[in-house]
């Protein structure tokens, strides 16, 4: 893992699972302790209408403005439930992405220069877990969740 003086930038991926929250709550104590900028990221999968003179999918900007707005409130109610006074939310980020969980993580942290993604796993194991610590550019901390 990176030491103390390199992590500078953290990646906290969140789907709002057990191991996601238990993940929030670590990478934000790194954060703390490093203070780190951190970006939390949240993945869904593309929201899209079907444009019938155009013949393809779109994406529809009021439903990813939803979710958005439905993530922020969900990262609300965790930072609020979490104890987390000691850190600077100037220096965290919520970021949306539509697309498949594993390489949206990846592309952010790559697009961001990120240097610790601290994500959550479940009991069972994760493929997007897996495939994210097989893939990433950085070091990968891995939570499991008590649950």
Same mark, same amino acid.
Request: charged share 35%; net charge positive; hydrophobic share 40%.
């Given at each position: 893992m990176a030491t103390s003086s390199q992590i500078q930038r953290i990646l906290i991926p969140i789907d709002f699972s057990d191991g996601a929250r238990d993940a929030f709550a670590a990478g934000m104590k790194f954060a703390v302790e490093y203070s780190a900028e951190t970006f939390i990221l949240h993945v869904s999968e593309p929201i899209?209408?079907?444009?019938w003179g155009k013949e393809k999918y779109i994406e529809?900007? *009021? @439903? #990813? *403005?939803?979710?958005? *707005?439905? +993530? @922020?409130?969900? #990262?609300?109610? %965790?930072?609020?439930?979490g104890g987390?006074?000691?850190?600077?939310?100037?220096? +965290?980020? %919520?970021?949306?992405?539509?697309?498949?969980a594993y390489q949206e993580i990846i592309e952010a942290a790559k697009a961001r220069d990120i240097d610790l993604i601290? %994500?959550?796993?479940?009991h069972e194991g994760g493929a997007t877990a897996e495939r994210v610590v097989r893939e990433a550019p950085c070091s990968v901390y891995c939570v499991r969740s008590e649950s």
């Open positions: 899209r209408a079907f444009d529809t900007a *009021e @439903q #990813i *403005e939803r979710v958005q *707005e439905g +993530v @922020q409130r969900r #990262i609300n109610a %965790m930072w609020d439930n987390l006074e000691a850190v600077d939310r100037r220096k +965290v980020h %919520m970021v949306v992405r539509g697309g498949r601290v %994500m959550g796993v479940s």
